[in-house]
């Protein structure tokens, strides 16, 4: 059974950093894209980044691009997403998802695999 599990959310106070983990079990995504979206209250999911299966091809959101950073680690099956100079409306539900195989996308419907979510809050 495939699992994603993330962690790392929390309450910061704007201007400050959060690292978020995804760790992946019941099979390998050295092959596979994986990505983070973010819900808020009232709004639909969006697309925060994506990262191809080596690693080196990714994509991320105007409104995080030089902010976040996704990256991955294929020996501990985890993506992680570093997130600086946080504003307040980066506060939502992130979630961790993978596609089974194929590259980058920010389409949320291509993806196979879905984590529960953590909450990250940003405070003024």
């Known amino acids: 059974q495939v699992q994603l599990v993330e962690s790392g959310g929390g309450l910061v106070q704007a201007g400050g950093s959060l690292r978020l983990s995804c760790i992946a079990s019941?099979?390998?995504?050295?092959?596979?894209?994986m990505a983070w979206f973010r819900q808020a209250p009232g709004k639909e999911r969006e697309f925060v980044a994506t990262?191809?299966?080596?690693?080196?091809?990714?994509d991320y959101a105007d409104s995080v691009k030089g902010r976040f950073t996704i990256s991955k680690d294929n020996v501990k099956n985890t993506v992680y997403l570093q997130m600086d100079s946080l504003k307040r409306e980066d506060t939502a539900v992130y979630y961790c998802?993978?596609?089974?195989?194929?590259?980058?996308?920010?389409?949320?419907?291509?993806?196979?695999?879905w984590g529960q979510g953590t909450q990250v809050t940003v405070s003024s």
């Open positions: 019941g099979r390998s995504f050295s092959s596979s894209a």
């Open positions: 998802a993978a596609r089974k195989w194929g590259s980058t996308t920010d389409n949320a419907h291509a993806y196979d695999y």
């Open positions: 990262i191809g299966m080596s690693g080196r091809s990714t």
